[in-house]
């Protein structure tokens, strides 16, 4: 077979977008050719790109072979596993306590377990730490203070390479010396106006 | 006048002890602010604009410009060395310099950008103090109609950024302008594809996009390829340009400072065309076009020239008509009527101090960038050397504080991550993100041409036919196509013929 | 936009004062102990963004504390100015409050998460300035009459430039079109800048501006002044006429002036309206004012409360006739 199955998928992602994006187009008045209103120009783009991914997938039938991937048994079930424990972490967040009940650091919540949870496979291990280690920076800046967001950041992302987790004392040595380069960059130098240290404000 | 003894005379205001210093300061200031990723240059010249009270206007707008072409010298060396493009013009320098940076020629690439950059602010300065007023009707030519047709050429020929299926890349410039589509609608003033999220009424923001789709999900994909990391420790070649580099870049660098300073007058939206547009004549012209995608020192050359020209002559509608061309000539603007000087016509002849000594500064401005940057090329290339297991937090650490600090709101930072993950499955998809970085740039600006140009004609299409400007923009827009999609659709047969 | 920066080291001063009492109480003990924070809902560069900075500039030196301004731009000005309806009243954080968040949102949107009355303390008027039509110099008509009778007889009518739809410029072209029955097309640009390149460039021939972002180009003589929507000939201006000598009644000011949440204490609103009052009194500030064609405001608290009061109730026919409604 000559399946390019990448561009199976490129295609059916385009068709998916662009579907959802004509579906919630429908809000918007399209006003005339004269005066366009608001629903127009997103009438013109989602068509051009719906008919894009179409011939994108019926070329992807010509142009291949181009496999995915593998995705191992634990990658394919991990994923739903982990998109649905995010979400219920989110729905759920208010619930541990006051501070969750604001929708980003409730959204936070969801995106940090999601990506935590995705981790207990190899293949999404990567991406999980890393998108994990950005979601604790912005959960714990505001209240905890950027050298305890930095701290955790750092100690999230080193997960993500094997020869970190067998030396930690090297990722100490590298959260001591990034806190104090960020301290002197971005506090000392630039003054960003945020919390430096737990509970300052 | 002759420009000569106005030039002389600029000259002699710019060469002032505090001139100079304070031109020093903002360059250094915008190098800094330049390479962090996140933190532009609109930001800190508001911050600084209280200290520029005090000084002379003159000095004032010394530094500020300073700023100003310091972020664009330093956004290229993250660019280059990280794959991190904090601004529009240098997503086109990611895609040749960060594989030069990954071939070992880091040192070349950071060299060839400085003094393409160099070279090209020297030229458009020539041209903003010799013909800037003449220039002037240029810009005045291109009416709405004129502006979406140089969009709609931009998007297309944009395709050819990618390295892939032309058809997919123009998928992505659409799912661009898709993407460019949230937010407000700037005629109406109803949101769009917000779901009500306060933060979505300006848009999405592009740090949290090109941030996450390149310096993010790169990170991730360089920690799948041990085997690649070791080339980048390995592999250090010269610092310095090779005889056969500079043969390659030379030319590119002369197309390129005609493209951008050419497009840099047009207000409405030429100067975010520039880089690319030089990029993707690169592609088409160099004698080296096979190697693009490769690390090709051409594509470095011609779009750091472009994009540094169309710095320097966007400042022409402001010095001419005192129109800002962007955010940071609107705060350079307020600055000088702050200190009682309306910029404009009259300019030339009310404040010669002011007008000339900027022009002579901008050069001056330029050099002192030269200075500052050759000899820090070593020091960024030693960044390279420093093991990735120790790199990649740096870097984390340094885009999660600064996609905070766009709005001080920790929103960007999970659409950051959001985008690092769509950028990650496009990667594995082969859809390149340049393409689609460039249509939501451009998307939101021709939208509104559009619509503006429509309401203007009465609804009448033929308006985009019945200018010359437009038309011929039309007509080139419609030539690339076929030839970019001719190729293609033939070896889509030959292989479904074969297959 | 990144904007709010403000000296980190001032924040942490106050950071343990700030554990042990409340703010109000913290902030009446010794007001200003921390650098203040004025919040300009525009992008920098525009004319809010220039008034705040004259303003910030004397008011730091009369507070002792630097006054910062952070720009917080987006959707009509209502981000910024929802943004300091939910501050605390401690003084610290202020607004530049202005027609558009506080007197034309009120009516064109349907769902503001604010009260531009209650929801605020209203300090002083520092500026206003009346709105302005200009015209391209190769533009014919040159009165209203003319050019009503211009957008009657042209097959097309006639177009005008505003810098937004909702702005007080655009909303004055509606009073205008509606007044006289004339056809004009209004045509939106984002922001005052490229509008005002149309004109020049004659792809519109006529622009509806406020006064301080057109006087750098009536001076030079690059557009033409058609008609001020003042009560009286402009200071500055003499000899634009007024919409009034012309025949139609329409009077539209832009006005800017500082706010702070709801419930800021007497003595800080008293200290805060007198140092602006000393400030607005320098005539080196009111000649920069003067300069860009605005007119410096004198108003008390009260009356700035009652100023805006009116004012919501002033665009509300107007903001309803022109049919701009935005969720």
């Known amino acids: ?201 | ?499 | 936009m990144m904007s709010g920066l403000l000296p980190r080291r001032a924040w942490l001063a106050g950071g343990a004062a700030m554990a042990a009492l409340p703010a109000v109480a913290r902030a009446q003990a010794a007001w200003p102990a921390q650098p203040i924070r004025l919040v300009v809902p525009f992008a920098p560069g525009g004319t809010t963004d220039l008034v705040a900075r004259l303003l910030t500039q004397g008011l730091t030196a009369r507070l002792g504390q630097p006054v910062i301004i952070e720009n917080r731009p987006g959707a009509g000005a209502t981000v910024g100015s929802a943004q300091v309806a939910a501050a605390a009243p401690d003084g610290l954080t202020l607004l530049m409050s202005n027609v558009a968040s506080q007197g034309v949102a009120p009516s064109l949107y349907r769902n503001l998460r604010y009260d531009a009355v209650r929801d605020f303390t209203h300090i002083a008027l520092v500026v206003e300035n009346p709105v302005v039509f200009v015209a391209n110099p190769r533009f014919v008509p040159r009165s209203l009459t003319e050019v009503v009778r211009f957008a009657q007889e042209a097959p097309r009518g006639l177009d005008i430039a505003s810098s937004g739809s909702g702005s007080t410029n655009h909303l004055l072209i509606v009073q205008f079109g509606q007044a006289t029955g004339a056809r004009v097309n209004h045509v939106p640009y984002r922001g005052a800048g490229p509008a005002m390149t149309d004109v020049i460039a004659e792809v519109v021939p006529m622009m509806s501006d406020s006064l301080p972002s057109a006087a750098g180009h009536l001076r030079s003589g690059s557009v033409r002044g058609v008609a001020m929507a003042s009560a009286a000939r402009h200071p500055a201006f003499p000899e634009i006429a007024t919409f009034r000598e012309q025949g139609i009644d329409a009077v539209s000011n832009s006005w800017f002036g500082i706010s702070a949440p709801a419930g800021l204490p007497a003595p800080i609103v008293e200290r805060l309206s007198r140092e602006i009052g000393l400030v607005l009194a320098d005539p080196a500030v009111r000649a920069r004012f003067a300069e860009i064609g605005a007119t410096v405001g004198a108003l008390s608290p009260a009356g700035y409360a009652d100023f805006v009061a009116a004012e919501v109730e002033k665009w509300r026919p107007v903001v309803l006739a022109s049919g701009a409604q935005v969720d």
């Not at chain 1, 490129?10 to 998916?16: F, H, K, R, V, Y």
């Not at chain 2, 000259?11 to 915008?30: H, K, P, R, T, Y």
């Not at chain 2, 109803?190 to 310096?215: H, N």
């Not at chain 2, 011929?472 to 074969?498: F, Q």
């Open chain 2, 1 to 499: 006048m002759d420009i000569i003894g106005n030039l002389a005379h600029g000259f002699a205001v710019a060469l002032s002890f505090q001139n100079l210093l304070f031109a020093l300061i903002g360059a250094l200031i915008g190098t800094a602010i330049g390479v962090l990723p996140g933190i532009g240059p609109v930001a800190t010249i508001s911050l600084l604009l209280p200290i520029t009270f005090g000084q002379p206007a003159t000095t004032a707008i010394i530094m500020l410009a300073g700023i100003y072409y310091g972020a664009q010298y330093g956004g290229s060396t993250t660019a280059i060395l990280l794959n991190l493009p904090g601004e529009i013009s240098s997503v086109v320098t990611t895609l040749e310099g960060y594989k030069m940076a990954r071939n070992g020629r880091a040192g070349a690439a950071l060299a060839t950008s400085a003094l393409a950059s160099f070279f090209a602010g020297t030229v458009a300065t020539i041209v903003v103090a010799g013909s800037g007023p003449l220039l002037t009707s240029v810009a005045l030519s291109f009416g709405p109609a004129d502006y979406f047709s140089l969009m709609l050429l931009g998007l297309i020929i944009s395709a050819v950024l990618a390295q892939g299926s032309v058809i997919k890349s123009i998928g992505m410039v659409v799912l661009g302008v898709a993407l460019g589509l949230v937010g407000t609608d700037v005629q109406t003033g109803q949101q769009r594809f917000t779901f009500g999220v306060p933060e979505l009424s300006d848009g999405i923001s592009f740090v949290a996009l090109a941030m996450g789709m390149f310096g993010i999900a790169e990170i991730i994909l360089n920690l799948e390829r041990p085997e690649a990391r070791s080339v980048l420790k390995t592999k250090v070649g010269s610092l310095w340009l090779t005889k056969e580099e500079w043969k390659r870049a030379t030319p590119s660098v002369l197309r390129g400072t005609l493209v951008g300073t050419v497009l840099g007058i047009l207000p409405g939206g030429g100067a975010a065309l520039s880089s690319f547009g030089s990029y993707m004549m690169e592609r088409k012209v160099s004698k080296n076009r096979h190697l693009f995608g490769t690390g090709a020192i051409e594509g470095v050359a011609g779009p750091e020239a472009a994009n540094n020209a169309a710095a320097q002559t966007s400042f022409i509608p402001l010095l001419t008509l005192g129109i800002p061309a962007n955010a940071v000539m609107a705060l350079m603007v307020g600055a000088l009527i702050i200190q009682g000087i309306q910029p404009g016509p009259r300019m030339v002849e009310a404040q010669p101090d002011l007008f000339w000594g900027l022009i002579a500064s901008m050069w001056i401005g330029n050099v002192m960038l030269l200075v500052i940057n050759l000899p820090m090329i070593g020091m960024w290339v030693k960044l390279l050397q420093v093991p990735y297991k120790f790199l990649y937090p740096a870097i984390l650490v340094f885009c999660s504080i600064g996609a905070y600090s766009v709005n001080n709101n920790v929103f960007d930072v999970y659409s950051t991550v959001l985008f690092a993950v769509f950028g990650y499955m496009c990667n594995k998809l082969k859809l390149e993100p340049a393409p689609l970085l460039i249509g939501f740039v451009l998307g939101p600006m021709m939208e509104e041409h559009l619509r503006r140009a429509m309401l203007l004609s009465r609804g009448d299409v033929m308006v985009f036919l019945e200018r010359p400007i437009s038309a011929s923009m039309l007509a080139i827009g419609a030539l690339a196509m076929a030839a970019m999609l001719l190729p293609n659709l033939r070896k889509g047969k030959e292989a479904a013929l074969t297959g």
């Open chain 1, 1 to 201: 077979m000559k399946i390019n199955a990448k561009d199976v998928a490129s295609g059916a992602l385009l068709i998916l977008i662009a579907a959802t994006g004509l579906w919630l187009n429908q809000d918007h008045n399209l006003g005339s050719a004269r005066r366009m209103g608001p629903g127009y120009m997103p009438m013109l783009v989602f068509y051009v790109q719906l008919a894009l991914g179409m011939i994108v997938l019926a070329m992807a039938f010509f142009n291949g072979p181009d496999p995915l991937e593998k995705w191992t048994k634990a990658d394919a079930t991990m994923l739903p596993v982990s998109i649905i424990a995010g979400t219920l972490a989110w729905y759920f967040a208010p619930v541990f306590g006051s501070f969750f009940e604001n929708t980003y650091n409730a959204l936070g919540l969801g995106m940090l377990v999601g990506f935590l949870v995705v981790c207990y496979s190899m293949g999404w291990r990567l991406l999980g730490f890393i998108c994990a280690a950005m979601c604790i920076f912005s959960l714990l800046l505001e209240k905890g203070g950027l050298m305890l967001a930095l701290a955790a950041t750092i100690g999230i992302s080193a997960l993500a390479e094997p020869e970190h987790r067998a030396r930690p004392l090297g990722v100490l040595g590298l959260t001591i010396f990034l806190l104090a380069m960020c301290w002197w960059i971005f506090i000392k130098q630039l003054d960003i106006r945020v919390a430096v240290w737990p509970l300052q404000y």
